[in-house]
């Protein structure tokens, strides 16, 4: 399995933005998507974002969409999260996750089986 790092949590006052990254210590098939979760205290793990590797098209949880853009940097070959415009519900635990799939890539915890060690994302009013 290939292993996943995420990195670029921290704290953030309402209405600013951060970007997280995922680092995977090998090359990722193009029959694979690569997601987005996340993770709030109490709650159930959500996927909000994914990309299909193949294609690059893009799927996005309707809970996030017009804040976070999810892209594949191929420079540095990672996974980019981009949170704008961030609210306070939005703070949670956030995790990568790459697996197997066909198009569309189904955003359920159980379709995925690796997965990073998450980064804490903290948003203060």
């Known amino acids: 399995q290939v292993r996943l790092v995420e990195s670029g949590g921290g704290s953030v006052q309402a209405g600013g933005s951060l970007r997280l990254t995922c680092a995977a210590s090998?090359?990722?098939?193009?029959?694979?998507?690569w997601v987005w979760f996340r993770q709030a205290p109490g709650e159930e793990r959500e996927g909000i974002a994914a990309?299909?590797?193949?294609?690059?098209?893009?799927y996005i949880a309707d809970s996030v969409k017009g804040r976070f853009t999810i892209s594949r940097d191929f420079d540095k070959d990672t996974l980019v999260l981009q949170m704008n415009r961030l609210q306070t519900d939005h703070t949670a635990m956030y995790y990568c996750?790459?697996?197997?799939?066909?198009?569309?890539?189904?955003?359920?915890?159980?379709?995925?089986?690796?997965w990073g060690q998450g980064t804490q994302v903290t948003v203060s009013s």
């Open positions: 990309i299909y590797i193949g294609t690059g098209n893009t």
């Open positions: 090998e090359y990722i098939a193009s029959n694979y998507c």
């Open positions: 996750a790459s697996g197997f799939l066909h198009q569309p890539c189904e955003m359920k915890v159980e379709k995925y089986d690796s």
